[in-house]
C-alpha cells in the first residue's frame, strides 16, 4: 500500500537510503501511525510492544531532527535495561548509518563509569542509557543535558517496575522545558499517566490494535494431572518442538537454577538466567543463548526484562505467570517480526482458577491440549547447534571480529560458515563455531595468533 510507504513522510534523504539499504520498505502500524506526529514535533505516547518496530519510529524522529554538526546531546533515550539500550543504540546506528558523523553512545549501569566519562569528554549526539547511570553522570555534571531535542522513554513500564521514578524525575529536572516528549510503553499503569500529564505536552496517543485471531503467536494451554508431571511434560514438549530458541520461565531464582540443572541432565542445552548473576556470568549465558550455542534459557520475569532474541521458536511457562500483564510480556518474546510464534503454558488443577481469569482477561478462548506421547522420552535430547569459546582478549586489547574470524579460517582453518556470531567484550571475545568444528577450531585459536599474540581460549 503507499501510504504505508516510508517515502511519504518527507525523511531526509539520508534516513531514506538507510531504510532502503535495510530492506525496510513499508511501514509498521506503529510507525504508520506514530511518525507524522513524531516527525511534526509533536509529543507522542506509543503503545507497542518489543517487536513491533517502535525503535525505528523514535530513531526515525530523534534523527531526522538531528544537525550532526551541532555537537551537543540533542536526543536522550531512557531503557530499563543494559541489553535493550545496546540494542536500541544498534538500531538507531543503523538508520544513521547513511547520514555522516553521529554519535550515539550507551550509558548503562553494571559497566565502569570512568571509561563512560572519557567518551562524554569526546562529545555524543544521541544518547541512550538506564536512568541510574544518566542520573550519576547528571550528579557528577559529565553529562549535559541543557541542548536537549528529543527526550525517549522506552518500556516506560519496565523503569517504573523497577524502580526508577526517581531517577526519572532527575532526569527530567535536567532538560530543557522546550523538548519533545515520545513515551512508548506495553502498558499504562496510573503512574505512568501521571508522568505524561506532568511532563508531556499534549501528548498524541497511538494504539496499535493487537487482535487475538491473526496474532501470531498461538497460546497452548496443557493441563497437567498433577505437580510431579510438569518436568516431563516440558521435556516431551522440547523433544516434539526441538526449538533452537526457546525461553522456560519460572516464578522464583531457584526454580530457574533447578530446571536448567535438571535439563542439562536430561542432556538439554540449557541456561539458568536470573538476579544472582553477576555482570559477566549475565553476559556469558546471553551471548551464549543468542549465538545459538545453547538452545534452552530457563528465566524469572525479571531476569528476562529487556532480554531481547529475535526468532524465539517459543516460549514456556513452566509456572503460570502471576498476572495478565506478565503473561502478556512473556509471550511477546516470541512470535516477532511477521514470524509465527508458540507460547506453551503448563498448569495443574489447582491453578485452573489461574487459566479462568487469564481466559477473561486477556479475551480468550481456552481449549486445554494433550501432551505428545510418553514414548518420546526415550529419545535422546537434541544438542545446540553451536559451541561458544571464549578468547580472554577483547576490545580493551583491540580484538576485533575480524580477526577472530581470520585466526579461525585461515590457512587449515575450519570453514567460513562454521563460524557463527562474534560478540567482543571489554576484555573478552565469544565466538560461535559449528558444534562438530568447535575441537579444530580450538586448536586453531590455541595455536595461532591474534594480534600478534596468543590468548587463553577454551570453550564454555
Ligand atoms: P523493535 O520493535 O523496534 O524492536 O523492532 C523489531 C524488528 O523489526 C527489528 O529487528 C527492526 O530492525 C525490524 N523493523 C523495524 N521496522 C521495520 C520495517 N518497517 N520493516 C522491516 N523491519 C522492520
Same mark, same amino acid.
Given at each position: ?17 538507510? +531504510? ?5 520498505e513499508?511501514?509498521?502500524p ?8 513524531? +516527525?511534526?514535533?509533536?509529543?507522542? =505516547? ?9 525503535? !525505528?519510529?523514535f530513531?526515525?524522529g530523534?534523527?531526522n ?5 551541532r ?19 544498534r ?13 550515539? *553512545? ?19 549526539? =544521541?544518547?541512550?542509557?538506564?536512568p541510574?547511570? $544518566?542520573?550519576d553522570?547528571?550528579?557528577? /555534571?559529565t ?9 525517549? +522513554? ?34 499504562f499503569?496510573?503512574? $505512568? ?23 501470531? =503467536?498461538r ?21 516434539? *518442538?526441538?526449538?533452537?530458541? !526457546? ?17 542439562c ?12 548473576l553477576?555482570?559477566?556470568?549475565? &553476559? ?12 534452552i534459557?530457563? !528465566?524469572?520475569?525479571?531476569?528476562? /526484562?529487556?532480554?531481547? =532474541? ?10 503460570i @505467570? ?12 516470541t512470535?516477532r ?15 485452573s482458577?489461574?487459566?479462568?481469569? +487469564?481466559?477473561?482477561e486477556?479475551d ?12 518420546? *522420552?526415550?529419545?535422546r ?7 561458544t ?24 582453518? $575450519? ?6 556470531? $562474534? ?5 573478552? @571475545?565469544?565466538?560461535?563455531?559449528? /558444534? ?10 590455541? &595455536? ?13
Open positions: 500500500m503507499s501510504q504505508m510507504s516510508f517515502s511519504t513522510l518527507g525523511l531526509q534523504p539520508a534516513l531514506l537510503e538507510s +531504510l532502503s539499504s535495510l530492506g525496510y513499508t511501514m509498521t506503529i510507525q504508520a501511525q506514530s511518525l507524522p506526529p513524531i +516527525l511534526a514535533g509533536q509529543d507522542v =505516547i506509543g503503545q507497542g510492544r518489543t517487536g513491533s518496530g517502535k525503535t !525505528a519510529a530513531g526515525l530523534l534523527l531532527r538531528l544537525n550532526a554538526e555537537f551537543q546531546v540533542q536526543a536522550l533515550v531512557l531503557c530499563p535495561t543494559r541489553e535493550l539500550a545496546d540494542q536500541v543504540a538500531e538507531i546506528r543503523r538508520l544513521a548509518r547513511a547520514t555522516a558523523n553521529v554519535k550515539v *553512545l550507551t550509558l548503562c549501569g553494571g559497566t565502569p563509569i570512568g571509561p563512560q566519562i572519557g567518551s562524554l569528554e569526546h562529545g555524543a549526539h =544521541i544518547i541512550v542509557g538506564t541510574g547511570r $544518566i542520573e553522570h547528571l550528579r557528577k /555534571r553529562l549535559d543535558l541543557g541542548r536537549l531535542e528529543t527526550l525517549v +522513554l522506552d518500556e516506560a513500564d519496565r523503569m517504573f517496575d523497577m524502580g526508577f521514578e526517581s531517577a526519572l524525575e532527575a532526569v527530567f529536572g535536567s532538560v530543557p522545558g522546550k523538548r519533545q516528549n515520545l513515551l512508548f510503553s506495553a502498558t499503569p496510573d503512574a $505512568i499517566q501521571a508522568v505524561a500529564e506532568r511532563h508531556m505536552h499534549n501528548p498524541v496517543r497511538v494504539q496499535v490494535e493487537e487482535s487475538h485471531d491473526d496474532s501470531s =503467536i497460546q497452548h494451554f496443557i493441563r497437567l494431572p498433577d505437580e510431579q508431571q510438569r518436568m516431563t511434560a516440558l521435556r516431551l514438549l522440547l523433544l516434539q *518442538l526441538r526449538p533452537a530458541s !526457546a525461553v522456560v520461565f519460572c516464578n522464583t531464582k531457584r526454580d530457574t537454577r533447578d530446571l536448567a540443572d535438571e535439563l541432565r536430561h542432556g538439554f542445552d540449557a541456561l539458568a538466567l536470573h538476579g544472582d553477576d555482570q559477566k556470568e549475565r &553476559d556469558q549465558t546471553l551471548v551464549r543463548f543468542a549465538n545459538q550455542s545453547a538452545s534459557l530457563v !528465566a524469572t520475569d525479571v531476569a528476562a /526484562r529487556g532480554l531481547d =532474541i529475535d526468532a524465539l521458536d517459543a516460549v514456556f511457562n513452566y509456572h @505467570a502471576r498476572d495478565s500483564d506478565a503473561h502478556t510480556h512473556r509471550i511477546g518474546r512470535g517480526a511477521g514470524e509465527q510464534g508458540n507460547a506453551y503454558t503448563l498448569y495443574t488443577g489447582k491453578e482458577h489461574k487459566v479462568v481469569r +487469564l481466559e477473561a486477556l480468550l478462548s481456552i481449549e486445554p491440549e494433550s501432551l505428545p506421547p510418553s514414548e518420546r *522420552l526415550e529419545e535430547a537434541y544438542k545446540a547447534p553451536m559451541v569459546l571464549q578468547i580472554d582478549g577483547g576490545r580493551k586489547q583491540k580484538v576485533r571480529p575480524g580477526d577472530v574470524l581470520g585466526a579461525l579460517t585461515g590457512d587449515n582453518g $575450519i570453514a567460513g560458515n562454521q563460524v557463527g556470531r $562474534i560478540d567482543i567484550a571489554e576484555n573478552w @571475545a565469544y565466538v560461535a563455531v559449528a /558444534r562438530e568444528a568447535a575441537k579444530p577450531a580450538l586448536q586453531k585459536l590455541r &595455536d595461532g595468533k591474534l594480534k600478534g599474540r596468543s590468548f587463553r581460549v577454551r570453550a564454555i
